[in-house]
């Protein structure tokens, strides 16, 4: 059966974006919640 | 341990878990690379259903003790396991493709999977809808609790089921029957994957708390 590294690629790079995407959203969320909280506390 | 620190951890831990996919796996006798998905299809799975455990545990905590927290934990949990469950069916149909041939067929453990990941999206749609707190929490909790019997019905699908997907490598009733390097290139993923999931746990948690706390 041929190697198909293209599937392989395929699949991880999926994955990665998909993680990094939702971590990147994550962080964009506890860092505007650490300024609201910073400036409460102002 | 911080939650930094945590994130740190599961960094290293894919590190390492791709350094064994790619460098220390042997190429598969039958599939050839191609087979390498498995160590990115098989411990996203198992973490989703880790991810929807604790939904179930959030939810009930919530229904037994109507403290926020164990709510928290379960939205908080529902994210990534709706992500994992993704990642399964994603690629699982990419490595469907060049092995069965097809992208995608309405086999008992892709049906059940599918079905798993609407009922989580459904859970956090339904999150989404209700504005009162305790309300939203209740509804949840309940959808949580109904949601995770779906769970052993995926697992177990293809021993209930005449289906094209291969029986269960690992958490199987038999030893598994796989070879040592393939068995443990699995073992490092899965933990990889258990220490990513408990760092965006404990990362969302905490979002929510923040948040929690501005609106009260």
Known sequence: ???????????????AVVLLA????????????????????? | MGVRALGW???????AGLGTA?????????????????YLHVPAVLTAYLAFGFVFLGSVGYLLTRRPGWDRLAMAAAEPGVIFTGITIASG??????TWGTWWTWDARLTSTAV????YVGYLLLRGMIDEPDRRARAAAVV?????????????????????????TLLGPEPSPIAAPIFLTLLVNWIAFTLLLLYLLAKRTEIARLEDMHAG
């Open chain 2, 93 to 98: 149909s990419i490595w469907g493709k060049p």
């Open chain 1, 1 to 15: 059966m041929p190697d198909n590294w293209s599937y392989v690629f395929a699949a991880y790079g999926v994955a």
């Open chain 2, 9 to 15: 951890l599961a960094v290293l831990a894919l590190i």
């Open chain 1, 22 to 42: 939702y971590w990147r959203r994550l962080a964009a969320r506890a860092k505007n919640l650490a300024a609201r909280t910073a400036r409460r506390s102002a």
């Open chain 2, 116 to 119: 798993l990941f609407l009922v």
């Open chain 2, 144 to 168: 949580g609790i109904l949601g995770a019997a779906n769970i052993p019905i995926v697992h177990f699908s293809v021993k209930w089921w005449r289906a094209l997907h291969q029986p269960a």
């Open chain 2, 22 to 38: 790619f460098g220390y796996a042997p190429r598969e006798a039958v599939q050839g690379n191609v087979q390498r998905i498995m």
